[in-house]
């Protein structure tokens, strides 16, 4: 682990020193930070995380290093040293590459990825990647080392102002060294965006499948539908309406259909406070086609409705504005209900960044952050 960070700091001075001999001097900056520390309590565990940001833009390239710490580490959280350059062609490409070096107390991670992309809103835009990773496993550790590879290829058009189309295509390979669990995986995602007056739509379809070699039983394949479309009904109000359809079959025959429906009125709605009146239904059955049956194996049915409070108002010298965030909620189960409430204050100054978060039961939307944390975060002007 020394001669790791021996060696990311020993490239981080390179890197500095090749920055600074090469520096444009027309629009070149050096930007250091933002510096971010977080402190959170979940469920009788302490976290803290460390983050510090580096970066130098010239007028057709880019270097960036971030270094983040977690304490303590798990797989979840690992900590890590990223280093990324990007490089702009005469023909309006950018062409790049990213380097990371993770680790945490079994493992340690190193990945590096080759990017070019071509952004242009008003027609075509392309962009192209391939990544690599690399698990090693630390000595009185049995988690098994594998190569990971991943290749992905997106597309955007837009044939007019206020509707878009964006298609992405990835290949993924994980390798392990000696368990029987390699697979390649298959993802197609496309999305189109339209705009009409106070009407917002999107549109989308997903489809993935997966192969494992040796567990036939594990291959699957899946496809899924949304549909989210938003009104502006009026200067104080507004409606939103999510609806999206998941469908997955395995090798071993066994099937699972999911649906979920979200709906969300604003009201009042303004520029300093807004009322979100939220409610949202799932539901998923699980079956296990047979020879010559089709039997239920499992179905579950949820529920939730919730409000939220956000009102925001003014910080000095013509900052982000000051926000704080309260969520009252219920979410109901087969197997029982909660009840739950989260509050989030964000407190903008000149050169400092405060939040405030309380929810020890997350919030309305299922991935909301549990726990009791505090974040600060400090930006160099």
Same mark, same amino acid.
């Given at each position: 682990? $020394?001669?790791?960070? *021996?060696?990311?700091?020993?490239? #981080?001075?390179?890197?500095?020193?090749?920055?600074? *001999?090469?520096?444009?001097?027309?629009?070149?900056?050096?930007?250091?930070?933002?510096?971010?520390?977080?402190?959170?309590?979940?469920?009788?565990?302490?976290?803290?995380?460390?983050?510090?940001?580096?970066?130098?833009?010239?007028?057709? !390239?880019?270097?960036?290093?971030?270094?983040?710490?977690?304490?303590?580490?798990?797989?979840?959280?690992?900590?890590?040293?990223?280093?990324?350059?990007?490089?702009?062609?005469?023909?309006?490409?950018?062409?790049?590459?990213?380097?990371?070096?993770? #680790?945490?107390?079994?493992?340690?991670? !190193? %990945?590096?990825?080759?990017?070019?992309e071509?952004?242009?809103?008003?027609?075509?835009?392309?962009?192209?990647?391939?990544?690599?990773?690399?698990?090693?496993?630390? $000595?009185? +550790?049995?988690?098994?080392?594998?190569?990971?590879?991943? +290749?992905?290829?997106?597309?955007?058009?837009?044939?007019?102002?206020? @509707? /878009?189309?964006?298609?992405?295509?990835?290949?993924?390979?994980?390798d392990?060294?000696?368990?029987?669990? *390699?697979?390649?995986?298959?993802?197609?995602?496309?999305?189109? /965006?339209?705009?009409?007056?106070?009407?917002?739509?999107?549109?989308?379809?997903?489809? =993935?499948?997966?192969?494992?070699?040796?567990? =036939?039983?594990?291959?699957?394949? *899946?496809?899924?539908?949304?549909?989210?479309?938003?009104?502006?009904? =009026?200067? @104080?109000a507004?409606?939103?309406?999510?609806?999206?359809?998941? @469908?997955?079959?395995?090798?071993?025959?066994?099937?699972?259909?999911?649906?979920?429906?979200?709906?969300?009125?604003?009201?009042?709605?303004?520029?300093?406070?807004?009322?979100? !009146?939220?409610?949202?239904?799932?539901?998923?059955?699980?079956?296990?086609?047979?020879?010559?049956?089709?039997?239920?194996?499992?179905?579950?049915?949820?529920?939730?409705?919730?409000l %939220?409070?956000?009102?925001?108002?003014?910080?000095?010298?013509?900052?982000?504005?000051h926000?704080?965030?309260?969520?009252?909620?219920?979410?109901?189960?087969?197997d029982?209900?909660?009840?739950?409430?989260?509050?989030?204050?964000?407190?903008?100054?000149?050169?400092?960044?405060?939040?405030?978060?309380?929810a020890?039961?997350?919030?309305f939307?299922?991935?909301?952050?549990?726990?009791?944390?505090?974040?600060?975060?400090? +930006? #160099?002007?």
């Amino acid at each position: 682990m $020394t001669g790791s960070f *021996s060696k990311a700091a020993q490239s #981080f001075l390179l890197c500095v020193l090749t920055i600074f *001999s090469c520096a444009e001097g027309v629009g070149a900056r050096f930007i250091a930070g933002p510096v971010e520390v977080k402190l959170k309590e979940q469920e009788g565990e302490f976290l803290h995380k460390y983050d510090l940001a580096v970066a130098y833009k010239a007028k057709n !390239w880019r270097w960036s290093l971030d270094t983040v710490f977690y304490d303590p580490m798990s797989y979840q959280r690992l900590s890590r040293v990223k280093n990324a350059v990007r490089i702009k062609t005469k023909g309006g490409w950018w062409v790049g590459g990213e380097g990371s070096y993770s #680790f945490e107390s079994a493992c340690d991670y !190193w %990945r590096l990825r080759f990017l070019t992309e071509k952004r242009n809103t008003k027609s075509w835009s392309w962009k192209l990647w391939s990544d690599g990773e690399w698990r090693q496993t630390n $000595t009185g +550790y049995s988690l098994d080392e594998y190569a990971y590879s991943e +290749y992905g290829l997106g597309v955007g058009w837009t044939p007019w102002k206020k @509707f /878009r189309l964006t298609g992405e295509l990835t290949k993924r390979v994980k390798d392990y060294a000696t368990s029987p669990n *390699s697979w390649t995986k298959y993802n197609l995602v496309t999305e189109g /965006r339209s705009r009409h007056k106070n009407h917002e739509l999107t549109v989308s379809y997903k489809e =993935a499948s997966g192969v494992y070699p040796e567990n =036939a039983w594990g291959n699957y394949w *899946s496809n899924s539908w949304g549909v989210d479309w938003s009104w502006k009904v =009026a200067a @104080f109000a507004g409606v939103r309406l999510d609806h999206t359809q998941h @469908f997955q079959q395995w090798g071993n025959g066994k099937q699972r259909r999911e649906r979920d429906f979200l709906a969300v009125l604003e009201c009042p709605k303004g520029n300093t406070f807004t009322v979100d !009146w939220m409610f949202g239904v799932q539901k998923s059955v699980g079956q296990l086609i047979l020879v010559d049956e089709v039997r239920e194996d499992d179905a579950d049915f949820r529920s939730r409705m919730g409000l %939220r409070f956000t009102t925001e108002f003014p910080a000095r010298h013509g900052l982000k504005k000051h926000r704080v965030r309260a969520e009252l909620f219920r979410k109901l189960r087969e197997d029982g209900e909660e009840c739950g409430g989260m509050l989030n204050i964000i407190l903008n100054y000149p050169n400092l960044r405060w939040e405030l978060g309380l929810a020890p039961w997350g919030g309305f939307n299922y991935s909301a952050e549990k726990g009791y944390w505090i974040k600060a975060t400090y +930006y #160099f002007h």
